[in-house]
């Protein structure tokens, strides 16, 4: 009588696959778009608490993610304003300064243009004009030297020089500063913008839009800058 066949063996149950686990932090690939939100989490901070009283951890509350995240893809908070710098404001500066440089002589053309950019550019990042009063014209803001040593010689001083040449030739007002037509063209758009809280609730005009706005610079700076 043959003798009863050994049982095989039996084989190792497979162990369950345990996912590895994430660097805190960390994320598992490239993600352009929260790196983008988290800038415009910043920006919102900045904006209404300023960049020097304003922790990392806020931003990481306003954008809904952890510390460790946001230092992952910004680093310290000085490499943080340095990214929405580079990422943000210079950009927008350079479509400002195409402008400068691709106008023609027409100087009101040119004002025109300069106007017009500008009220685009505000619309599409409404935040720039608060960030411009709390950042650079308050005492102690920090692009203030940003605006002074970068932005300065790429619009402002462009704008002056072309606004002196079109005087020079007779084709601008004599009675007219150059560099304060500068500053008047920035007062005309940047702060209607950052003051409209203000001054729509005294008037009750909430009937004034952009475009409201841009019109009235560009009749009032015909006027002012036609040669008498």
Same mark, same amino acid.
Request: net charge positive; proline share 8%; with cysteine.
């Given at each position: 009588?043959?003798?009863?066949?050994?049982?095989?063996?039996?084989?190792?149950?497979?162990?369950?696959?345990?996912?590895?686990?994430?660097?805190?932090?960390?994320?598992?690939?490239?993600?352009?778009?929260?790196?983008?939100?988290?800038?415009?989490?910043?920006?919102?901070?900045?904006?209404?608490?300023?960049?020097?009283?304003?922790?990392?951890?806020?931003?990481?509350?306003?954008?809904?993610?952890?510390?460790?995240?946001?230092?992952?893809?910004?680093?310290?908070?000085?490499?943080?304003?340095? $990214?929405?710098?580079?990422? =943000? /404001?210079? !950009?927008? *500066?350079?479509?400002?300064?195409? #402008?400068v440089e691709g106008a023609s002589d027409d100087v009101t053309a040119l004002i025109a243009g300069f106007v017009r950019k500008m009220?685009?550019?505000?619309?599409?990042?409404?935040?720039?004009?608060?960030?411009?009063?709390?950042?650079?014209?308050?005492?102690?803001?920090?692009?203030?030297?940003?605006?002074?040593?970068?932005?300065?010689?790429?619009?402002?001083?462009?704008?002056?020089?072309?606004?002196?040449? $079109?005087?020079?030739?007779? =084709? /601008?007002? !004599?009675? *007219?500063?150059?560099?304060?037509? #500068?500053?008047?063209?920035?007062?005309?758009?940047?702060?209607?913008?950052?003051?409209?809280?203000?001054?729509?609730?005294?008037?009750n005009a909430g009937d004034i839009d952009a475009v409201n706005i841009r019109d009235h610079a560009i009749a009032l700076l015909d006027h002012g800058v036609q040669v008498?």
């Amino acid at each position: 009588m043959a003798s009863p066949r050994a049982p095989a063996p039996s084989r190792p149950a497979k162990r369950a696959k345990v996912p590895r686990k994430r660097t805190p932090g960390r994320p598992t690939g490239d993600s352009p778009d929260l790196r983008a939100r988290l800038l415009d989490a910043a920006i919102a901070c900045f904006t209404h608490d300023g960049i020097a009283a304003t922790s990392l951890r806020a931003i990481a509350t306003e954008g809904a993610v952890t510390p460790a995240l946001l230092h992952y893809y910004f680093g310290d908070k000085n490499q943080l304003v340095d $990214a929405l710098v580079a990422e =943000r /404001l210079l !950009p927008v *500066l350079a479509e400002m300064r195409g #402008v400068v440089e691709g106008a023609s002589d027409d100087v009101t053309a040119l004002i025109a243009g300069f106007v017009r950019k500008m009220s685009e550019m505000i619309e599409r990042h409404p935040w720039w004009p608060a960030l411009w009063v709390r950042e650079v014209l308050c005492e102690g803001g920090v692009l203030r030297e940003l605006v002074i040593s970068r932005v300065g010689p790429q619009i402002p001083q462009l704008l002056a020089t072309r606004f002196a040449e $079109a005087q020079q030739q007779g =084709r /601008l007002n !004599p009675n *007219l500063d150059p560099r304060l037509l #500068v500053v008047s063209l920035i007062g005309l758009t940047l702060f209607p913008a950052a003051g409209a809280p203000i001054w729509r609730g005294i008037f009750n005009a909430g009937d004034i839009d952009a475009v409201n706005i841009r019109d009235h610079a560009i009749a009032l700076l015909d006027h002012g800058v036609q040669v008498s």
